[in-house]
């Protein structure tokens, strides 16, 4: 599990549901990327269809020998929180 995932506090639970539905689009790794790795996945109730939610890529360097850190895409913001 990764670390955004889990509950705020001391008790290192896990998030179990987001406020998500798939029609913003979906965020993936890129083919061959070593660092990137879908973290969060969410299930269409219609459907049935998965989509992914969230992927973090932890870098520690890029092709050019800088270091490159971490990051996180997503395909809404509200995905995390429950805006509407």
Request: one cysteine or more; a negative charge; glycine letters at 12%.
């Amino acid at each position: 599990m990764h670390s955004l995932l889990k509950k705020p506090g001391n008790s290192g639970e896990a998030i179990e549901f987001f406020p998500a539905h798939p029609h913003e689009g979906e965020v993936g790794v890129p083919a061959g990327d070593r660092y990137g790795r879908v973290i969060a996945r969410g299930k269409s109730l219609v459907s049935d269809r998965t989509f992914n939610l969230a992927v973090a890529f932890e870098s520690p360097w890029d092709d050019r020998g800088n270091q490159a850190g971490r990051g996180v895409a997503q395909s809404t913001f509200y995905h995390f929180c429950d805006y509407n």
